[in-house]
């Protein structure tokens, strides 16, 4: 199947310090492709995957687990480990669950983790049903362009395949399992005012997480895909002080050397 326009891949060619970017559930990489080109304009080596299963359309998604999608974000990391000296890892939403598992298996050979609106729990009150309901319902209504930005659409399913979201609740409280061994930097910034992922879900991530360094920021004026809202360019901003006080000097380097 053909890739939604905008929903590509994208991978830049920086300096030694290396930023993964992970989308979220039904979505794509068009959601964070601003913050992707941002990151690439200072310099850093970017790499933003497309999830199996994702870009396309829902039905693909049934053919999928969150076993597929670990799994090419794995593959990323490890891509940028053996390219950089330095390697952060960003996400949004489910983005921000295989970030979290990504820096639990990895350890310090992630300098530090960026989540934004991360989910945590399935909380749709029908959850429980997933193991039987996938069965005999294929899909229910979308999640995706939860923006309060005028004009701003997110390339992503109108449809939730019912298969990939019991999958996506067993990811979920596999991750949430393995969050004490979270023990890098952390920046979490949250929307207030979200659809999608209620702010609950950063609140137990921050008490179950191990890291000493954490800062967390509130988005007043955005919903759930911050990254195309209100708030973006904060975001996008204070992810990059936040590599630049992680990565002191490699950073500096690199801007200096793009013209940046």
């Known amino acids: 199947m053909p890739v939604l326009p905008g929903a590509e891949p994208f991978r830049h060619e920086g300096g030694e310090v ?3 970017l992970c989308h979220g559930f039904t979505g794509s990489p068009q959601s964070l492709r601003p913050w992707a080109e941002y990151l690439a304009d200072q310099g850093l080596t ?3 995957p497309l999830l199996p299963g994702h870009g396309t359309r829902w039905q693909d998604m049934q053919l999928t687990g969150w076993q597929d999608w670990y799994a ?3 593959r990323a990391l490890r891509e940028l480990l053996d390219r950089c000296s330095r390697v952060f890892v960003f996400g949004l939403s489910m983005g921000g669950a295989l970030t979290l598992r990504l820096a639990a298996k990895h350890g310090d050979a992630i300098s530090g983790i960026v989540l934004v609106n991360p989910a945590n729990k399935v909380h749709d009150p029908l959850a429980f049903a997933l193991p039987v ?3 005999f319902v294929r899909s229910t209504p979308g999640i995706a362009s ?3 930005k005028p004009g701003a659409v997110e390339v992503g399913y109108d449809r939730v395949p019912t298969r990939a979201a019991h999958s996506l609740r067993e990811f979920l409280r596999l991750v949430d399992g ?3 061994q979270v023990t890098q930097p952390v920046l979490l910034l949250h929307s207030p005012q979200d659809h999608v992922v209620p702010p609950v879900d950063s ?3 921050l008490s179950r997480i191990s890291s000493t360094d954490v800062t967390e ?5 955005s919903y759930h895909v911050a990254t195309l809202d209100h708030d973006a360019e904060r975001i996008f901003e204070d992810s990059y002080a936040f590599v630049g006080r992680l990565a002191q000097g490699v950073v500096g380097r690199e801007g200096a050397a793009s013209g940046g």
Not at 217 to 221: G, R, S, V
Request: glycine share 4%; aromatic share 0%.
């Open 178 to 180: 393995e969050l004490p």
């Open 146 to 148: 939860d923006i309060a």
């Open 72 to 74: 090419e974000v794995d």
């Open 46 to 48: 970017v790499s933003l």
């Open 133 to 135: 309901a996938k069965h």
């Open 217 to 221: 920021t509130i988005l007043e004026q």
């Open 203 to 205: 609140a137990r991530i």
């Open 18 to 20: 290396g930023v993964l």
